[in-house]
């Protein structure tokens, strides 16, 4: 919001940025479908686009409006423009992270266009892009984007429209060069596009590194709490974000709804708090599997032995809370592990406040056939662990007794 104070700190800007009704001390949740007009030349008005009032949930809402806000103001803290002004965003809330890949992919290409990715990517994103966007007559190859020259040779034989890379990645905590990919696909007229849901903008700013669109699983760390499925979709071109992709964003029908929305107004709101205890227990926990006799490998690009190591750093704060790793016993001792675990929960998606385990290759990349999952390094016996924020000498008697 344009009358916004220009606030110092990353958490006072997640607290306080959005919110518009200053008689609420919340951000109210506008649970209305449709919204009346004053009069008929009102009604007119807001569908020709010259009154900003709201007209239809679908097409907007003001619970929708303040967390769009929020997130912007997140992604883009601290950013300025080429004119050295603070970088301007626009962001449009969705349903679900799938529901803004599809609004971003299904506006920018058409039959004909091809998209370039990283080899590894989270399950649903892979199936979208190989399946859905494939049968619209879309074609998507995937590279290993660690490879700088394999991008260039990538786009010395096709034209590519968008770029899309996901960093760090699900579920193996794999990190690319974003500045590096950006300078790439810039000299080659394609926009790109980061899914920052793992990092989120507290550890992560992919737009200072010049990507054209960012995207968001809200349900995991922005909301933090596993009451909301959610996604967003944030770009810097705020006239085509305007115009075709809001225009296919309503077509499209991926909105969100208002209590949704609201759980994650107020889950942003203690982002940063989260994140530091999220990162802090991470790194703790990768040093404990790491040392562990029965631990095969553990990927943390957080340690010093991980060979993204410096990238992240490069571009990120910290690791953060996701990784993923190898038993000695394979598959079967993966298995007996999972279910001896009396504290961590057994469940799908990362980022809530509890620490999560499971196992990808049967289920979020259950889709994905053997041979490309294992391509991005997601063995049978790989397990995918979302650190929590709990006492974390509890989460590790929880690993150290169902690793015993």
Avoid at 73 to 95: I, M, V
Avoid at 189 to 206: I, M
Avoid at 210 to 229: A, E, Q, Y
Avoid at 377 to 400: C, K, P, Q, W, Y
Wanted: glycine share 8%.
């Amino acid at each position: 919001m344009s009358d916004t104070p220009n606030f110092k700190g990353f958490a006072t800007a997640a607290v306080y940025s959005g919110h518009q009704d200053q008689d609420a001390h919340l951000t109210p949740i506008f649970a209305s479908s449709t919204f009346s007009f004053p009069s008929a030349e009102s009604g007119m008005n807001r569908f020709e686009g010259k009154d900003k009032g709201f007209i239809y949930s679908r097409w907007g809402n003001p619970t929708f409006q303040a967390v769009e806000a929020t997130i912007s103001r997140l992604e883009g803290f601290g950013l300025t423009d080429n004119t050295g002004a603070p970088l301007q965003l626009k962001s449009l809330l969705h349903s679900s992270g799938q529901a803004a890949m599809a609004t971003l992919f299904l506006s920018l290409l058409k039959t004909g266009d091809r998209l370039l990715s990283h080899l590894s990517l989270y399950g649903g994103t892979h199936e979208l892009v190989m399946k859905v966007l494939s049968e619209a007559g879309i074609a998507c190859d995937i590279i290993d984007m660690h490879d700088l020259a394999a991008i260039s040779a990538a786009f010395k034989k096709h034209p590519y429209k968008v770029l899309h890379i996901e960093t760090p990645a699900n579920p193996t905590g794999s990190c690319v060069d974003i500045a590096a990919i950006v300078k790439i696909a810039s000299a080659n007229g394609c926009k790109v596009s980061a899914d920052n849901t793992f990092a989120t903008p507290w550890l992560q700013q992919p737009f200072a590194h010049g990507v054209d669109f960012v995207i968001h699983s809200t349900t995991k760390f922005l909301n933090g709490h596993g009451t909301s499925i959610g996604g967003v979709l944030i770009g810097k071109d705020l006239k085509l974000m305007n115009t075709k992709i809001t225009k296919w964003h309503r077509l499209l029908g991926g909105n969100s709804n208002p209590f949704d929305a609201f759980l994650l107004m107020n889950g942003m709101k203690t982002l940063a708090v989260r994140m530091r205890q999220h990162c802090e227990n991470a790194m703790r926990v990768a040093e404990f599997l790491n040392g562990h006799p029965q631990v095969q490998k553990v990927f943390y690009a957080g340690l010093p032995t991980h060979p993204d190591h410096l990238i992240m750093k490069k571009q990120m704060k910290h690791a953060g809370a996701v990784l993923s790793f190898e038993l000695k016993g394979g598959t079967e001792e993966g298995k007996r592990f999972i279910n001896k675990l009396k504290l961590c929960v057994r469940a799908v998606s990362v980022g809530t406040v509890d620490t999560l385990i499971s196992h990808p290759a049967s289920m979020t990349h259950y889709g994905v056939p053997k041979a490309e999952r294992e391509m991005s390094g997601i063995t049978d016996s790989l397990i995918r662990m979302s650190v929590g924020i709990e006492d974390v000498e509890d989460i590790i008697a929880d690993l150290n007794q169902a690793l015993s």
